[in-house]
């Protein structure tokens, strides 16, 4: 039976980023739904690791939005349950030779100008921080700003807190529109009239743009994880190899590989990245797997002999110039676009879900939002 309700805002998207952005919305007195397809943190968000990274980024508007998160991911873990797994571990990025340390040096200069923490580790000290590391590095860089959360855990304990009533396994089949404008959403079991419309779909943002009639070329790029047997804390930061930096920049469509090592409180080890654009398919790669084992053994060998219990894989939803959409689109008034943060939405979900909250209140944004703007693009 069809029902009908009107909030202020329908959200389309019950990952990190959509979550976020109810939980903000309602912060400023809005009243919120947030319609999914599938379950919370069903999709990306549920496939990610939990990064909450600033090392990774150079100076520019993606910087900027990640340590303004980091500063609400702090607020948010004083305030969310401690199943959110809150984990202030710092990263370390680490080179293998002189030539790599020198640009990671370069690197982490241009960052320390927007407010980035880092500090060069000489090679006779890296073990002080990672006792298990391979010997004959050229050395790296401590990053104590990053931190992890557990995804899906972040992402429904966020939700929970905004109050937004949820119509979990709902899809939306229409975007509701008058006079060319967003005025709600409609799923097989009900219609949602709101004046505004926030599509936090993530790697099926495109197709909810489309629905609304307008254009957003968010594409999937496909990443493994390999999750090892519970073990001591062998891995005490997150830690990876200086190409990684390299790799979340590129346009390739090809399959790229960079080693991600971390520990997790209950145990297991963390074992990613990989990229490639291959569309939505879900089969099982083995020589990504391959690639990802070896390059974890050659950081940390105490792994070589470790068993992977299980691997997984999700699609990060890809923009063209690796930047997200966030805000109004002035193609469909009342749509606003939160999606497109690729492999970072866990890390930028709080600062989006300001954005999109100083958007539907017309209030000042807490930073310029003018890079993330949905129709940058031809």
């Known amino acids: 039976m069809s029902?009908?309700?009107?909030?202020?805002?329908?959200?389309?998207?019950?990952?990190?980023?959509?979550?976020?952005?109810?939980?903000y919305a309602a912060r400023s007195g809005l009243s919120v739904a947030v319609v999914d397809r599938g379950s919370v943190a069903g999709g990306t968000t549920g496939a990610g690791e939990g990064n909450l990274l600033v090392s990774d980024k150079e100076a520019g508007p993606e910087l900027d939005l990640a340590l303004l998160s980091t500063t609400l991911w702090r607020e948010l873990a004083a305030v969310l349950p401690p199943e959110t797994e809150y984990e202030a571990k710092g990263g370390l990025v680490v080179a293998p030779d002189?030539?790599?340390?020198?640009?990671?040096?370069?690197?982490?200069?241009?960052?320390?100008?927007?407010?980035?923490?880092?500090?060069e580790i000489g090679p006779d000290a890296l073990h002080d921080l990672?006792?298990?590391?391979?010997?004959?590095?050229?050395?790296?860089?401590?990053?104590?700003?990053?931190?992890?959360?557990?995804?899906?855990?972040?992402?429904?304990?966020?939700?929970?807190?905004s109050g937004a009533a949820l119509y979990a396994g709902e899809e939306v089949t229409e975007i509701l529109l008058a006079d060319g404008a967003a005025r709600g959403v409609r799923t097989p079991h009900r219609t949602l009239h709101a004046?505004?419309?926030?599509?936090?779909?993530?790697?099926?943002?495109?197709q909810i743009a489309a629905l609304a009639g307008t254009t957003l070329p968010v594409l999937p790029r496909r990443?493994?994880?390999?999750?090892?047997?519970?073990?001591?804390?062998?891995?005490?930061?997150?830690?990876?190899?200086?190409?990684?930096?390299?790799d979340v920049a590129s346009g390739s469509a090809a399959l790229q590989s960079s080693?991600?090592?971390?520990?997790?409180?209950?145990?297991?080890?963390?074992?990613?990245?990989?990229r490639e654009r291959v569309g939505f398919d879900r089969s099982p790669s083995t020589e990504a797997l391959r690639r990802l084992a070896r390059q974890a053994a050659a950081l940390f060998p105490v792994l070589s002999d470790v068993r992977v219990l299980r691997a997984y894989h999700g699609f990060r939803p890809?923009?063209?110039?690796?930047?997200?959409?966030?805000?109004?689109d002035p193609r469909v008034p009342g749509l606003l676009h939160a999606c497109g943060h690729e492999g970072a939405g866990i890390g930028l979900a709080?600062?989006?879900?300001?954005?999109?909250?100083?958007?539907?209140t017309n209030t000042p944004p807490p930073l310029p939002p003018h890079p993330f703007r949905p129709n940058r693009f031809p």
């Open 195 to 206: 004046p505004a419309v926030v599509n936090a779909a993530g790697t099926w943002g495109g």
């Open 3 to 23: 029902q009908t309700h009107s909030p202020d805002v329908v959200i389309i998207g019950a990952g990190v980023v959509g979550a976020a952005c109810a939980y």
């Open 318 to 328: 890809y923009l063209p110039d690796h930047l997200p959409a966030i805000g109004p």
């Open 259 to 274: 080693a991600v090592v971390e520990g997790t409180p209950a145990g297991p080890v963390l074992i990613g990245a990989t």
């Open 130 to 161: 990672e006792p298990h590391l391979a010997p004959g590095l050229a050395g790296g860089f401590h990053y104590p700003q990053d931190a992890q959360v557990q995804p899906a855990q972040a992402a429904a304990r966020l939700l929970a807190a």
């Open 98 to 119: 002189d030539t790599t340390l020198k640009a990671l040096r370069g690197f982490a200069d241009g960052q320390r100008a927007s407010g980035v923490v880092s500090n």
């Open 223 to 246: 990443g493994f994880v390999l999750v090892t047997e519970p073990l001591p804390r062998v891995v005490r930061h997150k830690v990876y190899a200086a190409d990684y930096i390299a």
């Open 350 to 360: 709080p600062a989006t879900g300001l954005l999109i909250a100083a958007a539907l």
